[in-house]
């Protein structure tokens, strides 16, 4: 087994098992990520205010300009009067002491009206100061409340809550898994639903994964009835209580099984010929008659005592002419052969009824046509005893083998189980054949799916959705350098005439008279005179120049330059839901609900199916409620958390992104302490309330009739191979 162990009789915590509730395993909530931050913001200081500044200043302004005026004119004053005074007198000393006594005056006056001014602002500061350091320690206070109250509220959260199935869910189709994680889901399921109906479990897996689930109900108090095949096929009533053509149908069913192409006239031949050996043996038909009969017909000896002579006669005799044996000899001879191994079939029942679970499992051992015989034959004994039900509907849980079943069987069950409201729960081994086609069918759930392919029709199935993604990241860097040289030469010749011509004539007269006086006789005298002249000059001139010059120039330039250049572009693409790759990394206990809404949009319930879990604390038996974002003034108050036990609405619809939270222990199956969600090392986990010691479940008494032929019956406990007394392994 794979619970852990404990004495017989005994569930402990297993019991939670048992609670009412259908559940397919259970959800992961790291219960600090509903942790509210305190969002109410840290008081800061107030500025004090512009006035208080401003007077401030301008008294100490004031202050310092009476002073400097008192010590420079009032002192200037006082000491011209004092000099003074040495030439007038008294008077102007007492002049220089009154100059003194008004500085001072002001002075004192500057004074009292800064100490005014700083006082008042002092004052404000304090008063300020104090207010903050109050309204800081209300918010310290408020804080520290508030976090107490969230680390009471995280630590009374639970970390796993239960995964329901849909209440108008028919039909679930589980693909994928090992065997341990298929018997981990089918105790799980198979538990929780027993509260609720009966159960029946058809194991065709060759290695008893109903196991765990009958030992625990068993331990519970549940009537279980565990019919193994074919080793304990003697106790089995798969052919129970089936009349004639019942049974003809079943067997004809049965052997035609592994052929979906079985021709007509085959089956019809087959069906005729044990119909009318049904009509030989009378009222009295089982498959060791059944066996006899055909034996006969083949003319083979019979010394099994199940006919009389008369009977043996008249099977030889009557039921079929010569002619007719030698052409149906094939059929004949391919029916004993079916049957001849199913003799035994049943004949240890002593009328013992069903369970409220039923176990039906092939047991450890090869396959053979006898064993694919038997579990078509379970199959068919299950639809006829939904038929049969008058009661509530069981729940139908079928763990297909390595071989699996006929599409056109599990068709027939399922239409059966619709028909009759019965719940229907198949689990694939794998993703292909039959399986491939009856996806979609009901509600669709995956374990891990190691084949490659397997994984790529699972991801098909849960289908594609558009989003943003990284599409080219673009990391450009690069250099350049340019150089170049450019070196002239040149040179120019030039040559210049210059001739000049110039004419001056020039013309020039004048004429002057004088009278002087002198005395005597002759007292006035008289002179005059004239000239005139002329002058010409003319300037011819012719100068010559030649001019050589010669330049040379090199110019070098050198440039240098660098860029880098980072460029991300995203890309709207068209991906899956789930990729392959994480279908095929799935741990064992990992179960995925593929749950589709109108319109398209695809939501996967992430689970873990592992019973152990209910061994840890912080397990809820209800699913997780949810709690929506509360406004940041209703984060200041102490939150009211709902009752962590009342069901949670309806799932947000919302496609699925993968969690980055663990959905299962990392070590299925380990010891309790060592799995599971570790709390903080300083927030140890103390539950306020303890919890009750868990109550045993009540199931309907043997003594009631629940079904036509006798109550819900608890035969003898079965021998599980490897199963140790007082221990559920």
């Given at each position: 087994?794979?619970?852990?162990?404990?004495?017989?009789?005994?569930?402990?915590?297993?019991?939670?098992?048992?609670?009412?509730?259908?559940?397919?395993?259970?959800?992961?909530?790291?219960?600090?990520?509903?942790?509210?931050?305190?969002?109410?913001?840290?008081?800061?200081?107030?500025?004090?205010?512009?006035?208080?500044?401003?007077?401030?200043?301008?008294?100490?302004?004031?202050?310092?300009?009476?002073?400097?005026?008192?010590?420079?004119?009032?002192?200037?004053?006082?000491?011209?009067c004092f000099l003074l005074s040495y030439f007038v007198g008294a008077v102007m000393a007492v002049l220089g002491v009154v100059a003194i006594v008004v500085g001072l005056?002001?002075?004192?006056?500057?004074?009292?009206?800064?100490?005014?001014?700083?006082?008042?602002?002092?004052?404000?500061?304090?008063?300020?100061?104090?207010?903050?350091?109050?309204?800081?320690?209300?918010?310290?206070?408020?804080?520290?409340?508030?976090?107490?109250?969230?680390?009471?509220?995280?630590?009374?959260?639970?970390?796993?809550?239960?995964?329901?199935?849909?209440?108008?869910?028919?039909?679930?189709?589980?693909?994928?898994?090992?065997?341990?994680?298929?018997?981990?889901?089918?105790?799980?399921?198979?538990?929780?639903?027993?509260?609720?109906?009966?159960?029946?479990?058809?194991?065709?897996?060759?290695?008893?994964?109903?196991?765990?689930?009958?030992?625990?109900?068993?331990?519970?108090?549940?009537?279980?009835?565990?019919?193994?095949?074919?080793?304990?096929?003697?106790?089995?009533?798969?052919?129970?209580?089936?009349?004639?053509?019942?049974?003809?149908?079943?067997?004809?069913?049965?052997?035609?099984?592994?052929?979906?192409?079985?021709?007509?006239?085959?089956?019809?031949?087959?069906?005729?010929?044990?119909?009318?050996?049904?009509?030989?043996?009378?009222?009295?038909?089982?498959?060791?008659?059944?066996?006899?009969?055909?034996?006969?017909?083949?003319?083979?000896?019979?010394?099994?005592?199940?006919?009389?002579?008369?009977?043996?006669?008249?099977?030889?005799?009557?039921?079929?002419?010569?002619?007719?044996?030698?052409?149906?000899?094939?059929?004949?001879?391919?029916?004993?052969?079916?049957?001849?191994?199913?003799?035994?079939?049943?004949?240890?029942?002593?009328?013992?009824?069903?369970?409220?679970?039923?176990?039906?499992?092939?047991?450890?051992?090869?396959?053979?046509?006898?064993?694919?015989?038997?579990?078509?034959?379970?199959?068919?004994?299950?639809?006829?005893?939904?038929?049969?039900?008058?009661?509530?509907?069981?729940?139908?849980?079928?763990?297909?083998?390595?071989?699996?079943?006929?599409?056109?069987?599990?068709?027939?069950?399922?239409?059966?189980?619709?028909?009759?409201?019965?719940?229907?729960?198949?689990?694939?081994?794998?993703?292909?054949?039959?399986?491939?086609?009856?996806?979609?069918?009901?509600?669709?759930?995956?374990?891990?799916?190691?084949?490659?392919?397997?994984?790529?029709?699972?991801?098909?199935?849960?289908?594609?959705?558009?989003?943003?993604?990284?599409?080219?990241?673009?990391?450009?860097?690069?250099?350049?350098?340019?150089?170049?040289?450019?070196?002239?030469?040149?040179?120019?010749?030039?040559?210049?005439?210059?001739?000049?011509?110039?004419?001056?004539?020039?013309?020039?007269?004048?004429?002057?008279?004088?009278?002087?006086?002198?005395?005597?006789?002759?007292?006035?005298?008289?002179?005059?005179?004239?000239?005139?002249?002329?002058?010409?000059?003319?300037?011819?001139?012719?100068?010559?120049?030649?001019?050589?010059?010669?330049?040379?120039?090199?110019?070098?330039?050198?440039?240098?330059?660098?860029?880098?250049?980072?460029?991300?572009?995203?890309?709207?693409?068209?991906?899956?839901?789930?990729?392959?790759?994480?279908?095929?990394?799935?741990?064992?206990?990992?179960?995925?609900?593929?749950?589709?809404?109108?319109?398209?949009?695809?939501?996967?319930?992430?689970?873990?199916?592992?019973?152990?879990?209910?061994?840890?604390?912080?397990?809820?038996?209800?699913?997780?409620?949810?709690?929506?974002?509360?406004?940041?003034?209703?984060?200041?108050?102490?939150?009211?958390?709902?009752?962590?036990?009342?069901?949670?609405?309806?799932?947000?619809?919302?496609?699925?992104?993968?969690?980055?939270?663990?959905?299962?222990?990392?070590?299925?199956?380990?010891?309790?302490?060592?799995?599971?969600?570790?709390?903080?090392?300083?927030?140890?986990?103390?539950?306020?309330?303890?919890?009750?010691?868990?109550?045993?479940?009540?199931?309907?008494?043997?003594?009631?009739?629940?079904?036509p032929g006798g109550g819900w019956t608890q035969g003898p406990p079965p021998s599980w191979p490897g199963q140790q007394p007082g221990s559920f392994r």
């Amino acid at each position: 087994m794979t619970v852990e162990s404990t004495e017989a009789g005994q569930l402990g915590r297993y019991v939670r098992l048992f609670d009412s509730g259908q559940r397919l395993g259970w959800i992961y909530r790291d219960p600090e990520s509903l942790r509210r931050p305190f969002v109410e913001p840290e008081p800061q200081r107030e500025q004090v205010a512009v006035g208080y500044e401003n007077r401030a200043e301008a008294a100490r302004l004031d202050h310092a300009d009476r002073r400097g005026s008192a010590l420079k004119i009032g002192g200037g004053v006082a000491a011209a009067c004092f000099l003074l005074s040495y030439f007038v007198g008294a008077v102007m000393a007492v002049l220089g002491v009154v100059a003194i006594v008004v500085g001072l005056a002001r002075m004192a006056l500057a004074s009292q009206q800064l100490n005014s001014a700083t006082g008042d602002l002092a004052a404000h500061q304090g008063s300020l100061e104090e207010r903050f350091q109050s309204s800081w320690q209300m918010w310290h206070q408020r804080r520290h409340d508030h976090e107490g109250r969230q680390e009471q509220w995280v630590r009374g959260l639970d970390a796993w809550g239960s995964l329901p199935i849909r209440p108008d869910t028919r039909r679930l189709d589980v693909f994928g898994g090992s065997q341990r994680g298929r018997e981990g889901f089918l105790t799980v399921f198979g538990t929780s639903t027993l509260q609720d109906r009966p159960v029946i479990v058809v194991d065709l897996t060759q290695a008893l994964v109903c196991r765990e689930l009958s030992v625990l109900a068993e331990a519970a108090g549940v009537p279980v009835d565990v019919q193994l095949l074919p080793s304990r096929m003697a106790e089995s009533g798969i052919v129970g209580g089936l009349a004639p053509h019942e049974l003809v149908h079943a067997l004809v069913e049965a052997v035609h099984g592994d052929n979906p192409e079985a021709g007509r006239a085959e089956r019809a031949v087959d069906t005729r010929i044990l119909t009318q050996l049904c009509g030989a043996l009378g009222e009295d038909v089982s498959l060791a008659r059944l066996s006899a009969g055909l034996r006969v017909l083949m003319g083979e000896a019979d010394d099994t005592k199940c006919l009389s002579r008369d009977e043996r006669n008249r099977i030889a005799d009557d039921l079929l002419n010569d002619k007719n044996k030698d052409q149906v000899r094939d059929s004949l001879f391919r029916l004993l052969s079916f049957v001849h191994p199913l003799e035994r079939l049943g004949t240890a029942r002593a009328g013992r009824g069903p369970g409220y679970l039923t176990c039906l499992a092939l047991d450890f051992g090869a396959g053979s046509a006898s064993t694919e015989l038997l579990a078509d034959l379970a199959v068919q004994s299950v639809m006829r005893r939904l038929s049969s039900f008058q009661e509530t509907a069981p729940s139908v849980l079928v763990a297909l083998g390595e071989q699996g079943l006929q599409r056109r069987h599990l068709e027939q069950l399922a239409q059966v189980c619709e028909r009759h409201g019965s719940q229907l729960v198949l689990l694939h081994p794998h993703l292909r054949d039959a399986a491939e086609q009856m996806i979609g069918g009901g509600t669709v759930a995956f374990m891990k799916l190691g084949n490659h392919q397997e994984a790529n029709v699972a991801a098909d199935f849960i289908g594609r959705e558009h989003s943003f993604v990284l599409h080219s990241l673009t990391d450009t860097e690069g250099r350049t350098v340019n150089t170049s040289v450019a070196k002239t030469i040149g040179s120019s010749v030039s040559r210049g005439t210059t001739y000049s011509e110039s004419a001056t004539r020039g013309r020039n007269w004048g004429s002057s008279s004088s009278t002087s006086y002198q005395g005597g006789d002759n007292p006035f005298s008289t002179s005059s005179s004239s000239n005139s002249g002329g002058s010409y000059s003319e300037t011819t001139g012719t100068s010559t120049s030649f001019t050589y010059s010669t330049n040379e120039s090199t110019t070098h330039t050198t440039g240098d330059s660098d860029s880098t250049s980072l460029a991300t572009g995203q890309q709207r693409v068209y991906e899956y839901v789930l990729e392959p790759t994480q279908l095929q990394a799935l741990a064992e206990f990992s179960l995925l609900v593929v749950e589709r809404h109108p319109g398209g949009a695809v939501q996967v319930h992430a689970g873990d199916c592992n019973p152990n879990l209910v061994l840890l604390d912080r397990v809820s038996m209800a699913p997780l409620p949810q709690f929506d974002p509360a406004p940041a003034a209703a984060q200041i108050a102490a939150p009211q958390p709902p009752g962590l036990q009342q069901p949670y609405p309806v799932a947000p619809q919302q496609p699925y992104v993968p969690p980055t939270q663990p959905t299962a222990p990392q070590q299925p199956y380990a010891p309790t302490g060592q799995q599971g969600h570790q709390t903080a090392p300083h927030q140890p986990y103390a539950p306020a309330v303890q919890p009750a010691a868990p109550q045993q479940p009540q199931w309907p008494s043997q003594g009631q009739p629940q079904q036509p032929g006798g109550g819900w019956t608890q035969g003898p406990p079965p021998s599980w191979p490897g199963q140790q007394p007082g221990s559920f392994r």
